[in-house]
Structures are given as C-alpha cells and as structure tokens.
C-alpha cells in the first residue's frame, strides 16, 4: 500500500476545520513535499517527522514521499499536524495498519526524540471536530483534560509516537485524560475593601448588571483602580456557552491555566499603558492571535491610566465595542474572534494628579482639557457610565463603614440581569446593553413621553448625541431592573443621566 489518510484538525481563528491528511509514496528521488497551503512550521515538519520516526524505532521510507491536507484551500497553521503526517508515513508505507484510526482525529507535535507535546488551541480543535461527527481524539497527554470538557467526545492522550504505534499494532492502551473534580476555587478582591466611594459603587453595580462599559475618572487614591478590579467578583459565573468560548480563546493564546478545566470566572485583562495596538485587538505573524479584548470576552477589559495609551490603540477598541467581534484580515486570510468584554476606563482628570481633586489644580485649563481629549469624543460615547470620584476623605479611610460584600451585591446583579434576559428573550438578547435602540424606541418597550422628556430635550439641545440617548435608556433599563421594578421611571432616567453625563459627581 502506498496511500494512506488520516484525520487531524486545523485551526484558524477561534474556528477549527476537519483537515485529510494524505500521504502518497511512489517510485522516485527520496523526497518530501507538503502542500495544501502550509505555512513555515507546517513545512519544517518534514525534518521533525523524519527524526521522530527513526528515533522511535521505526523504518523511513526512502522514496518520493507526497503530503497533501485536505481542504488545500484552507490555510494550515503551526504544528499541530506532526503526529497525523507521521502515522500517514507510516501507514503509506505498510508499516503501520490504519483500521484502528478509522475516525480517529490525531492531533499533536512532535519532537526529534518521538515525544509528543501539547499544542495551542486544542479545545477549539476537538470541539470542531465533534461538530463534524467525530466521536474519538487523540491527543498529546499534556492537552488531554482540556480536550475532555467537550461533551461526546472520547478522548486518549499518547505521550510519543512509539505509544501510538504499539497502540495500533498491539493494542495497547493509550492515556486516559485525568479527572479533576475539585470544585474552582473562588478567589480575588472583594468589593468590602473599597472604602467610601458610594457612587462609584453604585456605578459597578450598575455596569454589571446591565452590561455596559464605565469610565472612571478622578484624582489619583480615589478607588479607580480598587473599583475596576472587583468588577469580575459581582459579575455571574459563565454558562456553558460562555465558558467554552472563553476557554477556546485561551487555549488559542497558549494561556489556559493548568488542569484544563473550563474558565468560569469572567477573565480580566489589564494590559500596561504601552501596550500596542496588535496587543489590544490582535494581530501577530501569520494566524493573528487574538488580543487582550478577545482575551477578555465576556469579562473586563481594564485600561488604567486610559489618557497615556497611544491613540491608534484606544481608537482601535471603538469597532470591537460595538459590534463585539474583531476581525483580523491578513495576506493569507483573516481571523476572527470574538470580544464582547466589557471596557472600564479609569483617568486622572489633569496631567498633575493633585491627591486633593480639581480645588489645589495646578493645570490650566487647556491643559485639562487637552489631558482628556486623549479620549476621543467617538470613543467616550460608547462608554455607557462617566463617573468622576471624589477625593478621598480621612473618616472614610480611616473609619471605614460596613460595606457590602461582592458576594451580597452579585446576588443582586444576578436578579437584574435574569430579569432582562426573561424580558428581552423575543429578541434573542441577555442584556440590556446589547438591546438595539430601535427596539428601546418602539413599542412595547418605548418609555412614555413624560417619563422622557428631559431626555430628549438634551437631544434636541445637542448636548446629548442619539447613541448617547439610546445608552441612557438601556442604563434606565438597568436601574430599574436592580431596583425590582418592572419600568424605568423619571428617577431612573434622571439617575442614568447622572451616570451617563457625570453631572452632580
């Protein structure tokens, strides 16, 4: 027999594709040649299956040796398809019978010595691949148990290819993935800690509960920072959709913790101020990864010191924050991920800082107002909640009161967002941020005129743009919703505006 196919999986994006791999041995110069669009670690694999064969034991074909991966005209990226090139070789070659691996996806690197290590991506991989029928994987032993979170799938893991071998030959057992039954261990700051400050914890309360995107802005040891990073202690725990989409996203990145098990906690993402605009939305050499918003999908992304980031980088987030998706198009084809996390902005109000607030300001005014035109008129109104922080006051640092806990207030944020997700399921939404303005604008859900009316007079005034005006009433939405009422009221409007303008903070 000098033909022989095998089943492995490729990955481009967050989105995996069944990929043949064929191998042709024919009469000839000794010889390999790879097509089907590989990319440069594809085409070096040759060098590493050669040394991989002949270090486990087995016999090289010496003849004209022809790879072909199915689809050819989808690309193939990096070196997951080693071990499935390697078994094709051998299988061509009548060293190895292939009826064992009938169905079977194969998917791992190897390295010169035989060993089989783990891979990037392997979660989207298998999941692909049970979506296209496949019921058994083989996997390297280091990516079994995040591969065994996919339902219906039975998955092996195999630590070399001399294993796979004596697998196929005589039967021998492969790796079973190991059982990690502990529950998550819930860790990270508590809202308790964040002394004073009562509008701003209003302000995350309502941004979890609704969805929407915060800016926070006041002087520095206002809470800022404290605040943003206990926003993911309130927010629910993801649904099996959600973690498996955020796991996938990791798995991608090579950043899935140890263990395997799905992310249940909605992630945090808070690149350094110099960050670049490949690392904010994704980019990179050949398959772009995803960035820090994709990373932060259906969690928080936090950029602390919002004003010091370059331009391109902020301005970059306004396309992925309202359509929550980013698409990354390169010479070879584009990627796409997803990335509807949640932006929360924190910005001193002036270059100098002053700890005592806009009364001991040295800036002059252009100053300030040049310091905050870093964040651009388009992108602020996207940020549903502008909240300015008060100083801190000594009573309030030093005898703290009793706060609530993050535990007690997500109870809370549970309650509103079951709330909008019974309300808004007709349309197919969860959240009141994600609700179109047309909808908000007609009925049954379009507020009564009085209700409304210094609303729209703000519109009329120009003071307040349409997307500002459809955010206002999402954020009513959301009130009224922590509140236990089935209606935004005037109150709830006059209070979203407050949240929304950062007037009377």
């Not at 049970?130 to 591969?147: F, K, L, S, T």
């Amino acid at each position: 027999m000098s033909y022989a196919r095998v089943l492995c999986v490729g990955l481009v994006g967050v989105e995996g594709h069944l990929v043949e791999v064929e191998a042709d041995l024919a009469p000839g110069l000794p010889g390999v040649v790879i097509s089907g669009l590989p990319d440069t670690a594809l085409h070096e694999a040759r060098d590493r299956v050669r040394a991989a064969v002949v270090n486990s034991g087995q016999r090289w074909p010496n003849r004209r040796i022809t790879l072909n991966l199915l689809p050819a005209t989808l690309p193939k990226f990096g070196s997951t398809f080693d071990l499935a090139i390697a078994v094709a070789l051998l299988g061509g070659s009548g060293e190895l019978p292939l009826l064992p691996l009938d169905g079977v996806a194969i998917l791992g690197e190897l390295g010169l010595d035989g060993a089989v290590r783990p891979v990037r991506g392997v979660l989207p991989m298998v999941a692909a691949a049970a979506r296209a029928g496949i019921d058994r994987v083989i996997v390297p032993v280091g990516n079994a148990a995040e591969a065994a979170v996919v339902p219906g799938l039975r998955v092996r893991g195999v630590d070399s290819l001399h294993r796979l071998v004596c697998f196929v030959r005589d039967g021998r057992p492969l790796i079973e993935p190991p059982v990690d039954d502990a529950p998550e261990a819930v860790t990270g700051p508590d809202l308790a800690d964040v002394a004073g400050q009562g509008l701003g914890r209003r302000a995350l309360e309502v941004a979890a509960a609704g969805g929407h995107h915060l800016a926070l802005i006041g002087p520095p040891g206002a809470g800022k920072t404290m605040l943003a990073e206990r926003l993911p202690s309130i927010l629910p725990t993801l649904d099996d959709a959600a973690a498996l989409e955020v796991t996938a996203l990791h798995s991608v990145a090579g950043l899935l913790p140890a263990g395997g098990r799905l992310i249940r906690r909605p992630p945090f993402q808070a690149p350094h101020h110099t960050a670049t605009v490949p690392s904010i939305v994704g980019g990179g050499a050949g398959l772009a990864r995803p960035g820090a918003i994709s990373l932060a999908h259906r969690g928080v992304l936090f950029l602390d010191e919002a004003p010091e980031f370059s331009k391109p980088a902020l301005e970059a987030l306004r396309q992925p924050l309202e359509h929550g998706r980013v698409l990354l198009t390169r010479s070879r084809g584009g990627a796409e991920y997803p990335a509807r996390a949640q932006l929360v902005l924190a910005a001193n109000p002036c270059p100098c800082a002053n700890p005592a607030g806009d009364d001991r300001c040295e800036c002059a005014p252009a100053a300030r107002r040049r310091y905050l035109a870093r964040l651009s008129g388009p992108l602020l109104d996207r940020i549903d909640l502008q909240v300015r922080l008060q100083p801190m006051r000594a009573a309030e640092l030093m005898e703290p009161a009793a706060h609530e806990s993050s535990a007690v207030v997500a109870v809370r944020v549970a309650a509103a967002r079951e709330a909008a997700a019974e309300r808004w399921a007709a349309l197919g939404r969860r959240l009141n941020s994600e609700i179109p303005g047309p909808n908000l604008r007609r009925a049954p859900w379009r507020l009564p005129n009085p209700v409304t009316a210094d609303l729209r007079a703000r519109l009329d005034s120009g003071s307040l743009s349409a997307r500002g005006f459809d955010r206002v009433i999402r954020l009513a939405w959301t009130i009224a919703d922590l509140d236990g009422r089935t209606q935004p009221d005037k109150k709830d409007i006059a209070e979203a505006i407050t949240l929304r303008t950062g007037e009377g903070t």
